[in-house]
């Protein structure tokens, strides 16, 4: 077993595993008191504290080169390079006192012409094993002449940052340094930060090529249609891009060039809350020996994970490598899209399940980036929150929102596909009242999108949202698709939907002065 020299990286560890096999990972995970193994044969691993994004505690480095460029605010947060330094030097000598250390090299982009080369370096057997499904693992002789990375993570995450640093927040950082090509985390143990880390590089390089970023996950049906499905955290991206009948491009992330899509990455990232083999066999059967299953709850004796609990978290999650979803489609590269589908959590339930957009209505959704999310309360009916993520991913967007918007237009004016809304959240009522779409039905609207069906009937439009919504869909009862028909109080129902449409109008305020006349004219009729 051979180590290998972060001399360059001024780390002087001298055992270092290199892009170790998954079996010698469990082994160092298991000794090091890091993990169990489930009764699935998956890594069963806990992230301590942290069991979600630090977004508050995220910075990019204000550099000469690039500060023209970025959107600074709540999401991109300035860091001088001094602080940045400090925390570099924080986290390499904090590795250097560690007796063992992991390397990961591996590949962001399966699209030769645009994949970076990414160097993660870790302390943790089980951050090595989760890097190792998410990013594109390089054959033997391309990790041969691997050479120098494009960027390296440099995950000190089990020590903290000194919140009395200059512009720190906490006592957790992490670090983003473009013109090193450095990321630094201190003080969090999340896995997530990393592919998250490689997400927002790319999303900073592609566009400067003319290349869109996404945060969607893809697949492609057996005539080489491609469909792309934008979302937030449980909206559906994972759950319904894993579908037998059509290939899977990658269930988060991609990148649209003049020659078609391509994934980021060489693994899945699924939430695992309320997994079941009934509801998402791809996923199920994917949790299996090489998976990692971050701050899961297990039967001490069985080993058996109890999905439906949130003890720990209620983002519990699942990687595992892409090939393990039996149709994916490798190398994970395809054509032009021909739909493209946000999808968004409706916890207010006055979205319809499906509706078809013009283009200046994608344009206004795509910026938008609405979700619902259930406000948690003790007591009582739990009220939704609204949640607008700018490009369905504004933690990860580095340019202004517009920019994105504007290369999306572009590609889908050049691609002519076809943009639709699709609500996974609740029907009948808001959450406490009405109950959560049927999985089965959206399945069926999906169908209908990708088989051509839905765009030969009628449509109406909503009144308010101004959205075209289909009179019928096949497998999907008529009353469904009429959010109103659905809701026993109709008083109830205008006055709920009246209060989303404000709440989108004073969202898009500050992205107004960015957008055309057309597009601002594209949301709800307030």
Same mark, same amino acid.
């Given at each position: 077993?051979?180590?290998?020299?972060?001399?360059?990286?001024?780390?002087?560890?001298?055992?270092?595993?290199?892009?170790?096999?998954?079996?010698?990972?469990?082994?160092?995970?298991?000794?090091?008191?890091?993990?169990?193994?489930?009764?699935?044969?998956?890594?069963?691993?806990?992230?301590?504290?942290?069991?979600?994004?630090?977004?508050?505690?995220?910075?990019?480095?204000? +550099?000469?080169?690039?500060?023209?460029?970025?959107?600074?605010?709540?999401?991109?947060?300035?860091?001088?390079?001094?602080?940045?330094?400090?925390?570099?030097?924080?986290?390499?000598?904090?590795?250097?006192?560690?007796?063992?250390?992991?390397?990961?090299?591996?590949?962001?982009?399966?699209?030769?012409?645009?994949?970076?080369?990414?160097?993660?370096?870790?302390?943790?057997?089980?951050?090595?094993?989760?890097?190792?499904?998410?990013?594109?693992?390089?054959?033997?002789?391309?990790?041969?002449?691997?050479?120098?990375?494009?960027?390296?993570?440099?995950?000190?995450?089990?020590?903290?940052?000194?919140?009395?640093?200059?512009?720190?927040?906490?006592?957790?950082?992490?670090?983003?340094?473009?013109?090193?090509? +450095?990321?630094?985390?201190?003080?969090?143990?999340?896995?997530?930060?990393?592919?998250?880390?490689?997400?927002?590089?790319?999303?900073?390089?592609?566009?400067?090529?003319?290349?869109?970023?996404?945060?969607?996950?893809?697949? +492609?049906?057996?005539?080489?249609?491609?469909?792309?499905?934008?979302?937030?955290?449980?909206?559906?991206?994972?759950?319904?891009?894993?579908?037998?009948?059509?290939?899977?491009?990658?269930?988060?992330?991609?990148?649209?060039?003049?020659?078609?899509?391509?994934?980021?990455?060489?693994?899945?990232?699924?939430?695992?809350?309320?997994?079941?083999?009934?509801?998402?066999?791809?996923?199920?059967?994917?949790?299996?020996?090489?998976?990692?299953?971050?701050?899961?709850?297990?039967?001490?004796?069985?080993?058996?994970?109890?999905?439906?609990?949130?003890?720990?978290?209620?983002?519990?999650?699942?990687?595992?490598?892409?090939?393990?979803?039996?149709?994916?489609?490798?190398?994970?590269?395809?054509?032009?899209?021909?739909?493209?589908?946000?999808?968004?959590?409706?916890?207010?339930?006055?979205?319809?399940?499906?509706?078809?957009?013009?283009?200046?209505?994608?344009?206004?959704?795509?910026?938008?980036?609405?979700?619902?999310?259930?406000?948690?309360?003790?007591?009582?009916?739990?009220?939704?929150?609204?949640?607008?993520?700018?490009?369905?991913?504004?933690?990860?967007?580095?340019?202004?929102?517009?920019?994105?918007?504007?290369?999306?237009?572009?590609?889908?004016?050049?691609?002519?596909?076809?943009?639709?809304?699709?609500?996974?959240?609740?029907?009948?009522?808001?959450?406490?009242?009405?109950?959560?779409?049927?999985?089965?039905?959206?399945?069926?609207?999906?169908?209908?999108?990708?088989?051509?069906?839905?765009?030969?009937?009628?449509?109406?439009?909503?009144?308010?949202?101004?959205?075209?919504?289909?009179?019928?869909?096949?497998?999907?009862?008529?009353?469904?698709?009429?959010?109103?028909?659905?809701?026993?109080?109709?008083?109830?129902?205008?006055?709920?939907?009246?209060?989303?449409?404000?709440?989108?109008?004073?969202?898009?305020?500050?992205?107004?002065?960015?957008?055309?006349?057309?597009?601002?004219?594209?949301?709800?009729?307030?």
């Amino acid at each position: 077993m051979s180590t290998f020299d972060l001399g360059s990286h001024g780390i002087r560890t001298k055992n270092v595993l290199r892009n170790a096999a998954p079996a010698l990972l469990y082994e160092q995970a298991i000794l090091r008191g890091e993990g169990r193994v489930a009764s699935s044969g998956a890594l069963m691993a806990f992230s301590g504290e942290k069991t979600g994004r630090s977004p508050k505690d995220k910075r990019v480095v204000d +550099e000469k080169s690039t500060t023209g460029d970025i959107w600074w605010g709540n999401v991109n947060i300035k860091l001088s390079e001094k602080s940045f330094v400090i925390n570099r030097q924080r986290a390499v000598d904090f590795l250097n006192t560690r007796d063992q250390l992991f390397v990961v090299d591996g590949y962001a982009g399966w699209d030769e012409r645009y994949r970076l080369k990414i160097r993660v370096v870790c302390l943790n057997a089980y951050h090595a094993l989760f890097m190792h499904n998410m990013l594109i693992r390089p054959t033997a002789e391309q990790l041969a002449h691997f050479g120098k990375p494009d960027y390296v993570i440099y995950n000190a995450g089990v020590f903290p940052a000194n919140p009395h640093t200059s512009e720190m927040s906490s006592s957790t950082s992490v670090d983003l340094s473009f013109e090193r090509g +450095e990321v630094v985390i201190l003080g969090t143990q999340y896995a997530g930060e990393m592919k998250k880390g490689v997400f927002t590089i790319m999303n900073y390089l592609m566009p400067k090529r003319g290349v869109l970023s996404m945060h969607c996950s893809a697949n +492609e049906g057996s005539g080489g249609d491609v469909s792309l499905f934008f979302g937030l955290s449980g909206t559906g991206k994972t759950t319904l891009s894993a579908d037998p009948r059509r290939k899977l491009i990658g269930d988060d992330e991609h990148c649209w060039t003049d020659e078609g899509i391509f994934n980021i990455e060489g693994g899945c990232y699924a939430k695992a809350i309320n997994l079941s083999a009934e509801s998402e066999p791809e996923i199920w059967a994917a949790i299996r020996y090489g998976s990692v299953l971050e701050n899961v709850l297990y039967d001490q004796e069985t080993r058996v994970v109890d999905y439906t609990s949130t003890a720990i978290t209620e983002n519990t999650r699942c990687s595992y490598p892409v090939e393990y979803i039996p149709n994916a489609k490798i190398p994970c590269v395809a054509g032009q899209p021909k739909n493209v589908i946000f999808l968004t959590c409706d916890a207010f339930g006055v979205l319809p399940p499906v509706s078809r957009l013009s283009p200046e209505q994608a344009m206004y959704h795509f910026i938008s980036g609405y979700t619902a999310k259930v406000a948690g309360t003790e007591m009582g009916v739990k009220d939704p929150e609204a949640t607008f993520s700018a490009c369905f991913g504004a933690a990860f967007m580095v340019w202004h929102p517009a920019k994105y918007a504007e290369l999306l237009a572009t590609r889908i004016r050049k691609s002519g596909a076809t943009a639709w809304l699709v609500n996974t959240g609740w029907t009948g009522g808001a959450h406490g009242v009405g109950k959560r779409m049927s999985l089965r039905h959206t399945r069926a609207i999906l169908d209908a999108i990708h088989d051509g069906s839905l765009a030969k009937v009628k449509y109406a439009e909503d009144a308010l949202f101004g959205l075209n919504v289909p009179a019928s869909c096949p497998n999907v009862p008529p009353e469904v698709l009429v959010p109103k028909n659905t809701w026993a109080d109709k008083a109830k129902y205008d006055a709920t939907a009246r209060k989303l449409a404000a709440l989108f109008h004073d969202n898009f305020k500050k992205y107004a002065d960015h957008a055309s006349d057309a597009i601002r004219g594209a949301g709800p009729r307030v």
